[in-house]
């Protein structure tokens, strides 16, 4: 149930690949997760209905804590609490799958399937076929989760409840020998009202880890030393300072962005990438600490990986390959992460005018307690196409409207445009945009299609 999202999606290619029978359904179709399971002829249905669920099937995997799947609400949870049937959370089924592997988890508040899918990519070109579970679907792969015969199984990890009869946070069934920790700023206000809220079950995360195991963090980020200060096994830091043990020195931004890798003050080897932005310099660097610290590639080989790694569909992808109007997509489901994207973009076209197509799609951007967040959160966006808020959470408590959030962000950027269709974003698009100009998408939703016709448009408007 909920097999169009990017978590349970990847659960069930693992499943498919253990010799299941796999079948879902799901209200919204969005996303490459999607098309990724019709490739793997993955039978889906639309909606959710008592008949979807085999008679004869040996596991129900419910997609997470949701009002979506409440028996009240979901006639497909009703009927298999009602048959006996055998229920579970993904995170649940996931641990399972990873009980014979050495399990490294990436968690964080944003920044984590950046980080997932470049240690799997590094240890895949140095042939050490790892397993991965990734919440987000990598330029260089065909899909976003794998199991191989390697030792290694590299896990995204969600701080995020687990189901609504598991209320541990999803991270917490990944039996981990090792951590990286990117960020712990306070996320999910719908689940965690307060900040000491959040940190619990990070500090429950990393309380699980051995005497053996690995602990590498961000040391800069926010909350960090609260959350590890009770760590029992070896801990690592690295950042985009010296303050941190692993750093970059001698960044050169461009197209193509390269840096030197330090750990303390020795000099390991100098790095290229083309992602975009400080926080995927920071990404790089944390990844190459533990790759590093593990002894598991040479520095040769890490070279290859981050050179050749090209990122993940909708984390700052570029859309546009025929048009001088480059289009990018960006996950922002957080202010952390929408604000990564809106920082990368500055930095690398500091003389372009930024148009922001953006979708609130998540309960936390139309949260009455999240409007602070629209205070500065389009500093750089020179106009703010702004969709609607998922009809569902209509009424759900705390939550605003899209004329509410839309009123109060004119308070501090006056050209912020409401629509609420595609054919309405791609009219005014077409009045607004210039050669010169940049476009934005940032959602965690289906941004109404927009992913697919802003592109279209741009390319027949300002083709190169």
Not at 71 to 84: M, Q
Not at 137 to 159: C, M, Q, T, Y
Not at 258 to 263: E, Y
Not at 372 to 380: E, G, S
Request: some cysteine; glycine content about 8%; hydrophobic content about 35%.
């Amino acid at each position: 149930m909920g097999i169009s999202g990017m978590g349970v999606s990847a659960l069930a290619l693992l499943l498919k690949k253990k010799g299941f029978r796999v079948s879902g359904s799901d209200r919204e179709f969005y996303g490459p997760g999607y098309g990724i399971l019709k490739k793997e002829g993955i039978k889906i249905f639309r909606n959710y209905s008592r008949k979807n669920i085999p008679p004869d099937a040996d596991l129900v995997v419910v997609g997470g804590k949701h009002a979506n799947f409440e028996p009240e609400k979901n006639e497909e949870v009703k009927f298999a609490l009602r048959a006996g049937m055998k229920m579970r959370s993904v995170p649940e089924i996931l641990g399972e799958l990873a009980r014979r592997t050495e399990n490294t988890v990436v968690a964080g508040s944003f920044g984590k399937s950046t980080v997932t899918a470049l240690l799997a990519w590094c240890l895949k070109v140095a042939k050490k076929n790892p397993s991965y579970f990734i919440g987000a679907v990598p330029l260089e792969f065909s899909r976003h989760a794998e199991l191989e015969k390697g030792k290694h199984f590299i896990l995204e990890g969600d701080e995020y409840p687990s189901s609504n009869w598991d209320d541990r946070s999803k991270f917490l069934h990944l039996r981990p020998r090792n951590v990286i920790l990117i960020s712990a700023e306070h996320d999910h206000m719908n689940v965690f009202p307060k900040e000491a809220d959040y940190l619990k079950p990070y500090k429950k995360l990393i309380a699980l880890l051995p005497r053996n195991g690995l602990l590498v963090t961000a040391s800069e980020g926010k909350n960090i030393k609260k959350v590890v200060a009770g760590a029992k096994c070896k801990v690592v830091s690295y950042g985009l300072t010296k303050k941190s043990m692993w750093h970059p020195e001698n960044i050169s931004y461009g197209e193509r962005t390269a840096f030197d890798l330090f750990r303390g003050r020795q000099k390991i080897i100098r790095l290229e990438t083309e992602l975009l932005g400080n926080h995927n310099i920071e990404n790089i660097v944390g990844a190459s600490a533990f790759l590093l610290e593990k002894k598991l590639i040479s520095p040769k080989q890490l070279r290859s990986g981050v050179k050749t790694f090209r990122g993940l569909t909708r984390r700052l992808d570029l859309k546009t390959r025929k048009s001088s109007v480059p289009v990018y997509e960006g996950f922002g489901s957080s202010y952390p992460k929408a604000k990564s994207v809106f920082d990368a973009l500055e930095l690398h076209y500091p003389d372009k005018r930024l148009i922001t197509v953006f979708e609130p799609h998540t309960a936390s951007w139309s949260h009455k307690r999240a409007k602070d967040w629209y205070r500065d959160i389009f500093r750089t966006s020179d106009q703010v196409i702004f969709l609607p808020p998922p009809a569902y959470r209509r009424n759900e408590p705390g939550q605003l409207t899209q004329g509410e959030l839309v009123k109060f962000i004119r308070k501090y950027r006056k050209r912020v445009h409401p629509v609420k269709t595609e054919k309405e974003a791609l009219s005014f698009l077409k009045k607004i945009t210039k050669k010169d100009d940049i476009i934005v998408l940032v959602s965690s939703g289906s941004l109404l299609g927009l992913a697919r016709s802003v592109p279209r448009l741009m390319e027949k408007l300002f083709p190169k």
